[in-house]
């Protein structure tokens, strides 16, 4: 323990960081995985819009867990957070050419579904995670 904390309880022993390794690491896994599975379903665009909603996931759990207190400032934080994203993705679609996913296939359109479900859980996952 660093001498700095020897007279606290925020010292972790070696078991202390496998157990918390170990209840973390799945959950980052799966937002991992999810996020990159994602890609072949959906564009570059839509992937950034849906990992910026990782944030209002953040938010919800720590609500959840009673370690924040909800404000309507934070919130509106949260969602200027997301706003932003969703503006900048559009510009750079519209500067590099990118179209939306727009088919009349069926199929097409539950990949694309698909792809936004995963693009979602890999941000409740880094939302969770964090």
Not at 21 to 43: D, E, G, R
Not at 63 to 77: A, C, I, V
Not at 82 to 97: C, N, P, R
């Amino acid at each position: 323990c660093h001498p700095s904390f020897e007279h606290s309880s925020s010292c972790w022993t070696i078991q202390d960081h496998m157990v918390a390794s170990a209840k973390l690491a799945p959950l980052w896994f799966v937002a991992n995985y999810s996020y990159y599975t994602s890609l072949q379903y959906i564009s570059i665009t839509s992937s950034t819009v849906l990992a910026s909603t990782g944030s209002l996931f953040t938010f919800g759990f720590a609500l959840l867990l009673r370690d924040e207190s909800f404000h309507w400032w934070k919130l509106t934080g949260v969602l200027l957070g997301i706003v932003g994203s969703i503006v900048t993705a559009k510009h750079d679609a519209t500067e590099t050419g990118e179209t939306t996913e727009t088919s009349n296939n069926v199929e097409d359109q539950q990949l694309i579904l698909w792809g936004d479900v995963l693009g979602l859980l890999s941000a409740a996952g880094w939302g969770g995670y964090a």
